[in-house]
């Protein structure tokens, strides 16, 4: 079992940046992969980024890539988000994930464990 904890979402303008950060629970952390996900009004949750199990693979929505970067500590059992030049776009509930085979998916179905999410409002 994985317990997962948001934190970092708040209010920014256009331009601006935030990092995220994702507390997880249990000692099994590290052979996890770790996702972002993220959930607009009236949106289905998309993918955002992810991370295999010990960093080595990234992946990125087309959206995000070169502003947003997944990084993790497994010795702090946490993931975070590092997102720059944001956009009013970008305003929307962001979920991590944790993800037992390890590889670091793009599809939500393919994660184990999820947090109850953070909020971002980017404003313009």
């Known amino acids: 079992q994985v317990q997962l904890v948001e934190s970092g979402g708040g209010l920014v303008q256009a331009g601006g940046s935030l990092r995220l950060s994702c507390a997880a629970s249990?000692?099994?952390?590290?052979?996890?992969?770790m996702g972002w996900f993220r959930q607009a009004p009236g949106k289905e949750r998309e993918f955002v980024a992810a991370s295999s199990w010990n960093g080595g693979y990234t992946a990125y929505a087309d959206s995000v890539k070169g502003r947003f970067t997944i990084s993790r500590d497994n010795a702090k059992n946490t993931v975070y988000l590092q997102m720059n030049s944001l956009k009013p776009e970008d305003t929307a509930v962001y979920y991590c994930?944790?993800?037992?085979?390890?590889?670091?998916?793009?599809?939500?179905?393919?994660?184990?464990?999820w947090g109850q999410g953070t909020q971002v409002t980017v404003s313009s």
């Open positions: 994930a944790a993800e037992a085979y390890g590889l670091g998916s793009k599809v939500r179905a393919g994660y184990d464990y």
């Open positions: 249990g000692r099994t952390f590290s052979s996890y992969a």
